[in-house]
C-alpha cells in the first residue's frame, strides 16, 4: 500500500467514525442513556480499524508531507479529526449526565394517607 493510498484510507475511517460519533450525540439526547450493546460493539470494530490505520500510517515516510497532495490530505483528516474529538468529547459529556443521574422515575411515590401521618404525628407529641 502506498503512502497516499494508506492516508485516503485512513481519511475514510476518520470520516466513518464522524459519522459514528454524530450517530452517538444522536441517541444520546434522543434516549437520555448510555449506548445500546450493539452500538457498542460498532465502536469496539472502528476502534480496532482505527488501530489498524494508524499502524499502517506509521510506515509513511516524513519527507512525503512536502508533497502537495499528501499535505492536503493531511489537513483534510486533521479537520476531520478535530470534528470527531469536539463531538467525542461533548458525547462523554452526555453520557456522564445520564450516567449519574440514572433512569427517571416512571411515576411519583403515592403520599402516605392522612391515618398514617396523624399515627406519626400522635407518636412525636
Same mark, same amino acid.
Given at each position: 500500500? !502506498?503512502? !497516499?493510498? *494508506?492516508?485516503?484510507? &485512513?481519511?475514510?475511517?476518520?470520516?466513518?467514525? &464522524?459519522?459514528?460519533?454524530?450517530?452517538?450525540?444522536?441517541?444520546?439526547?434522543? &434516549?437520555?442513556?448510555? $449506548?445500546?450493546?450493539?452500538? %457498542? #460493539?460498532?465502536k469496539r470494530t472502528l476502534l480496532t480499524k482505527?488501530?489498524?490505520?494508524?499502524?499502517? $500510517? /506509521? @510506515? +509513511?515516510?516524513?519527507?512525503? +508531507?512536502? #508533497?502537495?497532495? @499528501?499535505?492536503? $490530505?493531511?489537513?483534510? !483528516? /486533521?479537520? /476531520?479529526?478535530?470534528?470527531? $474529538?469536539?463531538?467525542?468529547?461533548?458525547?462523554?459529556?452526555?453520557? %456522564?449526565?445520564? =450516567?449519574?443521574?440514572?433512569? /427517571?422515575?416512571? *411515576?411519583?411515590?403515592? =403520599?402516605?394517607? =392522612?391515618?398514617?401521618?396523624q399515627k406519626i404525628y400522635s407518636r412525636i =407529641?
Amino acid at each position: 500500500m !502506498t503512502p !497516499t493510498e *494508506a492516508l485516503r484510507q &485512513h481519511q475514510l475511517l476518520c470520516d466513518e467514525l &464522524h459519522q459514528f460519533a454524530l450517530e452517538e450525540n444522536r441517541f444520546l439526547r434522543q &434516549h437520555q442513556r448510555p $449506548l445500546a450493546s450493539e452500538l %457498542l #460493539e460498532r465502536k469496539r470494530t472502528l476502534l480496532t480499524k482505527l488501530d489498524e490505520s494508524l499502524s499502517a $500510517l /506509521r @510506515t +509513511v515516510p516524513a519527507g512525503r +508531507v512536502k #508533497e502537495p497532495e @499528501t499535505r492536503d $490530505l493531511l489537513e483534510q !483528516t /486533521r479537520a /476531520r479529526i478535530l470534528q470527531i $474529538l469536539q463531538l467525542d468529547k461533548e458525547n462523554e459529556q452526555l453520557l %456522564l449526565r445520564y =450516567s449519574l443521574t440514572g433512569p /427517571r422515575p416512571a *411515576a411519583t411515590p403515592a =403520599s402516605p394517607s =392522612s391515618a398514617l401521618l396523624q399515627k406519626i404525628y400522635s407518636r412525636i =407529641s
